[in-house]
């Protein structure tokens, strides 16, 4: 709505954006982003879907009619001009608590102490990059800054990570500045947070942990991995709390899910970097946003058909609301995904079954009645596609969807068995699981390939040292 106003006051035409009043100081920040500070906004009071017909019906009435026709026939008040520090500007000398003080008064921080981006600190990361400082790696919504190497660098330092893993950040930057994931997305209201997978020898070279409690932090590269995440779409792209952050409850960020490509290799599955294009063994980095996740703990048996019932059952039970992501928001959308723990993987991979076969099991098994999914998309929530039937006779959704008027045919989550990942970490003899549920196209899986600078080996020897 905002993106379409500041397009119609750019070409000259008034425009009025009707906004649910949790959502006025976004739209005042979005509106920054959108270099139009002083887009005419016009109050929508309380929230429209806890509200009766009549309530709503008085409310546009008596609250934001005035405004529109306000914003439609009344200059907009000029807007202050932002200046920001030039990226070798320095803003601040003082002690290591005196520099965290500025940060966090100045919202740069994430409440947590950070490492001072120091010049001579930001150089040592520059170091371990080939591209220049002020190269532009894309522009990140919805402050509408850019995404520099110069910049990730500096937040790389504040997340506490180390010089040598800025060819994993680089690449970070650019997933997060592809127009597939949405980053514009990451402060809607579910609270859904990105999980960063990794794969490639990198994962050796940088000791990420892979084996147990690969999701816990402790690990250095694995936690401040995640934690510069976090940071740069703090800083760079804008989104905080009570401003452009409006998770509902939300979660904090996720450490980095590093593969065992080893065990991968051993029973002759490929890793997720194959499944979103690359080749085996290419350091790359995929990017997903999950709304939450849950164990599938003490998996039993020790064949496919004792084992994958539960599991499948499990992918079912984390998917509800997120179904609008398969059919309504965004048709075939919705990519969740599940993490096996190593023995579970072996033992599946020795009954001869491939990750396809997995995909498969859960595309054929992790249904639910169709009438349950229609509730989901329109009658629990206040989406407006209520009938499968209409919109597989519109040949929006595969026919799978409706292939009789039985309310109670089992349809499947997504549309066809590849949309599910399937991952392979952890505790490499416990019989657990984990499964994410999926944002959709508010945070779709995207993959980079994490690009190594001249003499790299060379110069992470030299880092090592150290």
Same mark, same amino acid.
């Given at each position: 709505?905002?993106?379409?106003?500041?397009?119609?006051?750019?070409?000259?035409?008034?425009?009025?954006?009707?906004?649910?009043?949790?959502?006025?100081?976004?739209?005042?920040?979005?509106?920054?982003?959108?270099?139009?500070?002083?887009?005419?906004?016009?109050?929508?009071?309380?929230?429209?879907?806890?509200?009766?017909?009549?309530?709503?019906?008085?409310?546009?009435?008596?609250?934001?009619?005035?405004? %529109? =026709?306000?914003? &439609?026939? *009344?200059?907009? #008040?000029?807007?202050?001009?932002?200046? @920001?520090? +030039?990226?070798?500007?320095?803003?601040?000398?003082?002690?290591?608590?005196?520099?965290?003080?500025?940060?966090?008064?100045?919202?740069?921080?994430?409440?947590?102490?950070?490492?001072?981006?120091?010049?001579?600190?930001?150089?040592?990361?520059?170091?371990?990059?080939?591209?220049?400082?002020?190269?532009?790696?894309?522009?990140?919504?919805?402050?509408?800054?850019?995404?520099?190497?110069?910049?990730?660098?500096?937040?790389?330092?504040?997340?506490?990570?180390?010089?040598?893993?800025?060819? %994993? =950040?680089?690449? &970070?930057? *650019?997933?997060? #500045?592809?127009?597939?994931?949405?980053? @514009?997305? +990451?402060?809607?209201?579910?609270?859904?947070?990105?999980?960063?997978?990794?794969?490639?020898?990198?994962?050796?070279?940088?000791?990420?942990?892979?084996?147990?409690?690969?999701?816990?932090?402790?690990?250095?590269?694995?936690?401040?991995?995640?934690?510069?995440?976090?940071?740069?779409?703090?800083?760079?792209?804008?989104?905080?709390?009570?401003?452009?952050?409006?998770?509902?409850?939300?979660?904090?960020?996720?450490?980095?899910?590093?593969?065992?490509?080893?065990?991968?290799?051993?029973?002759?599955?490929?890793?997720?970097?194959?499944?979103?294009?690359?080749?085996?063994?290419?350091?790359?980095?995929?990017?997903?946003?999950?709304?939450?996740?849950?164990?599938?703990?003490?998996?039993?048996?020790?064949?496919?058909?004792?084992?994958?019932?539960?599991?499948?059952?499990?992918?079912?039970?984390?998917?509800?609301?997120?179904?609008?992501?398969?059919?309504?928001?965004?048709?075939?959308?919705?990519?969740?995904?599940?993490?096996?723990?190593?023995?579970?993987?072996?033992?599946?991979?020795?009954?001869?079954?491939?990750?396809?076969?997995?995909?498969?099991?859960?595309?054929?098994?992790?249904?639910?009645?169709?009438?349950?999914?229609?509730?989901?998309?329109?009658?629990?929530?206040?989406?407006?596609?209520?009938?499968?039937?209409?919109?597989?006779?519109?040949?929006?959704?595969?026919?799978?969807?409706?292939?009789?008027?039985?309310?109670?045919?089992?349809?499947?989550?997504?549309?066809?068995?590849?949309?599910?990942?399937?991952?392979?970490?952890?505790?490499?003899?416990?019989?657990?699981?984990?499964?994410?549920?999926?944002?959709?196209?508010?945070?779709?899986?995207?993959?980079?390939?994490?690009?190594?600078?001249?003499?790299?080996?060379?110069?992470?020897?030299?880092?090592?040292?150290?």
């Amino acid at each position: 709505m905002l993106r379409a106003s500041a397009a119609a006051e750019d070409a000259g035409v008034p425009s009025a954006s009707l906004v649910c009043e949790g959502f006025i100081g976004q739209a005042g920040t979005t509106s920054v982003g959108l270099g139009m500070p002083n887009l005419p906004l016009a109050l929508v009071p309380g929230h429209v879907g806890a509200q009766s017909t009549e309530e709503l019906r008085r409310n546009i009435r008596e609250v934001t009619c005035d405004a %529109v =026709l306000a914003n &439609l026939i *009344e200059q907009p #008040a000029e807007a202050a001009s932002i200046t @920001e520090p +030039s990226p070798r500007e320095i803003v601040f000398e003082g002690s290591f608590e005196e520099v965290n003080r500025l940060f966090y008064e100045n919202q740069w921080s994430d409440g947590l102490p950070i490492v001072p981006p120091t010049l001579e600190k930001i150089e040592e990361f520059l170091a371990f990059t080939d591209p220049k400082p002020d190269e532009v790696l894309g522009i990140l919504l919805p402050d509408s800054r850019a995404a520099t190497i110069w910049s990730v660098a500096v937040n790389g330092v504040m997340a506490g990570c180390r010089p040598e893993y800025m060819p %994993v =950040l680089v690449a &970070l930057a *650019e997933a997060m #500045a592809d127009p597939d994931y949405g980053v @514009e997305h +990451s402060g809607n209201t579910p609270g859904g947070e990105t999980l960063i997978t990794l794969n490639g020898p990198i994962i050796k070279e940088l000791n990420f942990n892979y084996e147990q409690g690969v999701l816990r932090d402790g690990f250095m590269p694995n936690t401040s991995v995640g934690r510069f995440w976090r940071l740069y779409l703090r800083n760079v792209a804008g989104f905080l709390l009570h401003q452009n952050d409006k998770a509902t409850f939300g979660n904090t960020w996720r450490v980095v899910l590093a593969e065992n490509e080893e065990v991968l290799k051993r029973i002759g599955w490929e890793p997720i970097s194959a499944d979103m294009g690359f080749a085996a063994g290419d350091n790359t980095v995929t990017i997903a946003r999950y709304t939450g996740g849950d164990l599938i703990a003490s998996v039993s048996g020790d064949t496919p058909a004792r084992m994958m019932p539960y599991i499948a059952d499990a992918v079912l039970k984390q998917n509800g609301w997120q179904l609008v992501f398969t059919v309504g928001t965004s048709l075939g959308t919705l990519r969740p995904l599940l993490v096996l723990s190593p023995i579970l993987a072996q033992t599946l991979a020795r009954a001869g079954w491939s990750k396809q076969d997995v995909k498969q099991y859960l595309y054929d098994h992790a249904r639910l009645p169709a009438r349950k999914f229609e509730a989901y998309l329109g009658e629990w929530t206040d989406h407006p596609i209520r009938s499968l039937k209409e919109q597989a006779n519109l040949g929006k959704i595969p026919k799978v969807f409706y292939e009789s008027d039985d309310p109670e045919r089992l349809v499947p989550i997504v549309f066809e068995p590849d949309d599910f990942m399937v991952a392979v970490s952890g505790d490499l003899l416990r019989t657990n699981a984990y499964t994410f549920s999926h944002n959709g196209i508010l945070g779709y899986t995207v993959a980079k390939q994490i690009k190594l600078p001249k003499d790299w080996a060379t110069k992470l020897a030299r880092a090592k040292a150290r």
